[in-house]
Structures are given as structure tokens and as C-alpha cells.
């Protein structure tokens, strides 16, 4: 009898060689486009290191002639930017961890609790994201001065607290997830809420890192908001902060630009460090059959 070698499966690095993604001819085509949108960030950060004469020279020039690092120099001498910098960190910290947990709460009431009234409410919520915020700003500002909130950094994160689009966002999550492990971790024994922090909270992590990554944006980012509701320096944010470089008469461009590269390097790392949690979290995070 001829003997018959049993064929076994292949090695783990060839299929992971196999899964690599291949070269696509629409990479010619996304490579020239994200160098474009690359530029005016690239455009700043030499700014941020070119002398004023060469910033203000015609025709001007992209590269400039010599680094010169006086207007980080300048920028932490003449203004308390880490003081800014913590005040927009402390105004940030806070609306991610009041997202993540009021947003999941309101998104899973949504999702999977029956009560009457669901579908109008969640209609009414819906609907509150087309009222444009400067309508909101004279009452939401009359209502924190009688709460006494202006002029601190309440003023600031107090409207970043939950949000209607971060409960739909959360809704439309927990929709995609199976019933099965829910109903299996009742049958164990948990509570709602326990079900809601052991077993569906952590398959939401990419819905989780996507809606940390809006807060932080429209939370660092905001300004005519504190524009109106902060006065005081002490309890300004780093755009706030920008406003002061921005002369009527002269305006110190170097400066300037080294406090955008300051006030833009924390979004840029955020953003970095929050996509690779999301790819890893959607690959992790996929129910086999």
C-alpha cells in the first residue's frame, strides 16, 4: 500500500503572508492626495522655525533659509502656554469620560431596553442635532451665570458632557451585537448594567475609540463658546490662547506658528495612538463561528 502523507494545514506565516495587503492602483492616485492634504500642516511647522524676514519676504519661500527656534523661545517665555495646555487637557479629560460612560448608558437604553416612548424620544434626540449651537449659546449662557459657572472651566466642559450624536453613535454600535451573548450572560446571572460593563462594553471598543476621538476634537478645537462664557487668563484654553498672538497691527508669525504646532502635536498623537487602538480592537474584537 502506498503510503499517504497527510496534508497539514499551512504554516501560520504563510497565511499571514497571504492576508498582506497588495499594491492597488488606487494607492497612485491616494498617495499624491494625502501628500497635498499633508502640506498645510507641513507648511506650518516650517513656519514655526523660519525667521520673520523670511516669512514676510516676496515671493515667499516654502523652504526657508535657516531653522531658528526664537519663536518657541518667545512662545514659553512670553505666554503661559502650559497653563493653557492644561486647562484644555483637564476641559478634554473630562468630556471623553463623561462621553464614554453617559453616551453608553443613553445608547444602550436605546438599543436594547423597552420602554414607552422609545422610538419618540430617540426621534427627539435625533432631532436636537439640527438646532445650530449659536441658538443655543444666549440661554446656555444666562443659565450658567445663574449657576455661577462663568469664568471657570465648568463654563467650558459642562456642554461637552454627553451629546446626541455620541448616543446614536453608540445606539447604532450596540444594534450590530448579537442578542445571544447578552442573553448568555443573563443566564449567568448578571444585572442589565453587568451585562452592559463585562460583555458589551468591551466589544465596543472600536465605537468607544471613535467616539473619544470626536469629543477630543470638538472639545480641544472649540472656541466661540469659551469665547463668550471665559474671561478670565487664568482659565483660558490653548485656543484661546491663540487669540492673544493675533495683533491688530502686527503679528508675530513665528510665534504664532510654533503655538499652533503646540496646540495641534496633542490632536496629531491622540489620533495616532487612537487608530491603531480602533484596528486592533476591530481585529480582536470579531466573533468566530
Known amino acids: 500500500m502506498a503510503e499517504t502523507t497527510p496534508t497539514s494545514p499551512l504554516p501560520r506565516r504563510g497565511r499571514t503572508a497571504r ?16 501628500l497635498l492634504f499633508m502640506l498645510p500642516l507641513l507648511q506650518m511647522v516650517l513656519t514655526s522655525f523660519t525667521d520673520n524676514g523670511d516669512i514676510n519676504r516676496f515671493p515667499p519661500r516654502f523652504l526657508p ?3 531658528h527656534i526664537g519663536g ?33 448608558l443613553g445608547g444602550y437604553a436605546y438599543a436594547r431596553l423597552s420602554f ?15 438646532i445650530p449651537t449659536q441658538m443655543l449659546m444666549i440661554p446656555t449662557y444666562f443659565m450658567f451665570s445663574k449657576l455661577g459657572l462663568i469664568n471657570t472651566l465648568g463654563a467650558a466642559f459642562v456642554p461637552f458632557l454627553a451629546s446626541a450624536f455620541g448616543v446614536f453613535l453608540m445606539r447604532q454600535f450596540f444594534l450590530s ?15 442589565t448594567l453587568g451585562v452592559l460593563v463585562r460583555i458589551v462594553l468591551p466589544l465596543a471598543r472600536p465605537a468607544l475609540a471613535t467616539l473619544a476621538v470626536f469629543t477630543l476634537l470638538n472639545s480641544w478645537n472649540d472656541l466661540l463658546w469659551p469665547l463668550i462664557a471665559i474671561n478670565d487668563p ?6 484661546l490662547g491663540l487669540i492673544n ?9 513665528q510665534e504664532l506658528m510654533a503655538c ?3 496646540a495641534t502635536a496633542p490632536l496629531i498623537l491622540a489620533f495616532l495612538f487612537a487608530q491603531r487602538q480602533f484596528v486592533q480592537t476591530m481585529s480582536m474584537s470579531g466573533l468566530k463561528g
Open 19 to 34: 492576508r498582506k495587503p497588495r499594491f492597488s492602483r488606487w494607492h497612485l492616485l491616494l498617495a499624491p492626495l494625502s
Open 65 to 67: 533659509s535657516s531653522l
Open 72 to 104: 518657541y523661545v518667545r512662545l514659553f517665555q512670553d505666554a503661559p502656554v502650559l497653563h493653557w495646555m492644561l486647562n484644555s487637557l483637564i476641559v478634554s479629560g473630562v468630556a471623553i469620560a463623561s462621553h464614554l460612560v453617559l453616551c453608553s
Open 116 to 130: 414607552r416612548g422609545r422610538g419618540v424620544a430617540f426621534v427627539a434626540l435625533l432631532a436636537t442635532i439640527m
Open 177 to 191: 451585537l448579537p442578542k445571544e451573548l447578552e442573553e448568555a450572560g443573563r443566564i449567568d446571572g448578571l444585572t
Open 234 to 239: 487664568s482659565k483660558f484654553t490653548i485656543q
Open 245 to 253: 498672538f493675533q495683533g491688530a497691527h502686527h503679528v508675530d508669525w
Open 260 to 262: 499652533n504646532v503646540v
